[in-house]
């Protein structure tokens, strides 16, 4: 994961510019650069993966335009061999056709594009910003103005503290020109329902899926797998354990007493013969890295800080123990076939309803978990399940096939992977577990009791009245939410509300976001 930062104006000479582009340092570590074009400013951190040598370093300049991307274009060999003859190339960074493109197709090149992005183009002759982000929102990017209406675009809200009044998240599948947003492409809303049978249905996920782990695969430095023992993780690495043909190496976390996904991980390992690494955690880790994991995420969502807690703290260990730089992850799964609480659904409208929001919302929640907690640790994260080809076909399969009428959720998935061994059958049929439980209990159970001792009653009522959004519901939220204002004053907007089960649908009213509080949680959590 880079880190990208693009100013214009005049509230910031070179040497403040660089001050707030070096907050996230740790996105970049191996090289730094500022350009300067007139009055703008744009700014690299540079995490080197593809063409990792001098060459790879970004801006790229194509005459009077340059460009900033913190991003992977999957098939970028495929478009360098058609734009050869035309365009000189210095290097081997999948990031130098960009500019190019732009020549050719202009604004409708970010819809051709299979690629994970946050870019900022700029153009010296014209003194115009071009700024896009991917369709799902995997790689990050906010925005917002100076005192002067002067707009500043960065990786992390963190780098637009103190410039911006206001930072708002770039909405996904957007590109913003001349002043305002377009969208070049929703992804959570199908233009056509598929109604592809089962069987149909499963070969064509599994056939997506396989290319969206291979394509994952390619990079010019380590590459490892986070390995939870659930379905999603275990599938990442069951193909690219298959495809890549050699060993590969995966990282497991768990509580010290009470972990549930451990024993999983480690079967999944053994049976695919990786080299497995698992790490414990205890009561003194989780509260130790609290304040540290809510100033990383820019967050104050109880189920995405219980979830990073785990997740930081095993790239944290990847980060200082191995040569990794790329991690593998099972993001996106949930939004795409369901969680526990859509079992609920009341209708299959409601289903894909939801489903459509959760994906729209991905870039607040899970993806933003998985991009902070990786990248805050100098490593970049790739995402198979969010690959375009995958999320397009499975939001538009028709929601009736992808509802939990088989008696286990998620069993288009399943069955997609139930031929060729990729897995032991109880681990494909195993009942899923929210990865902020099954790391173990007792680790929910810990914070919940540090909050409930932090604030008496009174203080609790008093404190959470002072909040008009979103407010504080429960001790736990109001820490996390005092933790985030001390990072991120007057920026409780980052994020759109709690992530919670659709509280409208019988079933789903609880007052806490785990799922150990549904009645179909069942063997869940064990």
Known sequence: ?????????????????????????????????????????????????????????????????????????????????????????????????????????????????????????????????????????????????????????????????????????????????????????????PENIVKDSAETAAAKIREHL?????????????????????????????????????????????????PIDLGYARRVATYLGTEHTEIRMDKDDVLDVLDEVIGILGSWDITTIRASIGMYLVCRYIHEHTDIKVLLTGEVSDELFGYKYTDFAPSAEEFQAEAEKRVRELNMYDVLRADRCISANSLEARV?????????????????????????????????????????????????????????????????????????DEEFDRYKAGYSYCPPFTKESLLYRQIFDRHYPGQERLIADYWMPNRKWKGCDTGDPSARYLSNYGKSGT
């Not at 379905?231 to 050699?246: F, I, K, N, Y």
């Not at 139930?418 to 439980?437: T, V, W």
């Open 210 to 258: 396989v290319e969206g782990v291979v394509k994952r695969l390619r990079s010019d430095v380590p590459t490892g797998f986070l390995l939870s023992g659930g379905l999603d993780s275990s599938l990442v690495c069951a193909v690219a354990a298959r495809e890549s043909g050699r060993t590969i190496r995966t990282f497991s976390i768990g509580m010290d007493t009470d």
């Open 1 to 189: 994961m880079c880190s990208i930062m693009f100013y214009k104006g005049r509230r910031l000479d070179l040497e403040a510019f660089t001050k707030h582009l070096r907050r996230t340092a740790y996105r970049g570590p191996d090289m730094e650069r500022v350009m300067t074009e007139g009055d703008a400013f744009l700014g690299f951190e540079r995490l080197a993966i593809m063409g990792p040598d001098e060459k790879g370093m970004q801006p790229f300049c194509l005459g009077r335009r340059s460009v900033i991307c913190n991003g992977e274009i999957y098939g970028f060999e495929k478009i360098r061999k058609s734009l050869e003859g035309r365009y000189e190339f210095s290097g081997n960074s999948d990031c130098e056709v960009i500019l190019p493109l732009y020549e050719e197709y202009g604004t409708d090149m970010f819809a051709m594009l299979d690629a994970e992005f946050a870019m900022v183009i700029y153009d010296g002759s014209t003194a115009e910003a071009v700024a896009a982000r991917d369709p799902i929102g995997i790689r990050p990017l906010y925005y917002g103005y100076d005192e002067d209406g002067m707009i500043a675009f960065a990786s992390e809200p963190r780098n637009l503290l103190d410039l911006c009044s206001r930072i708002m998240p770039f909405p996904p599948g957007h590109y913003w020109k001349d002043g305002r947003f377009v969208c070049y492409m929703d992804i959570s809303s």
């Open 384 to 456: 198979p399940f969010g690959d375009i080809g995958f999320v397009r076909y499975v939001m538009a399969l028709s929601p009736e096939r992808k509802m939990n009428t088989y008696g286990i959720g998620k069993y288009l998935l399943r069955k997609a992977f139930e031929e060729g061994d990729y897995l032991p059958h109880d681990i494909l049929m195993r009942e899923k577990a929210a990865f902020s439980d099954a790391v173990g209990h007792s680790m929910v159970d810990i914070l919940k009791a540090y909050a409930e001792a932090f604030y008496t």
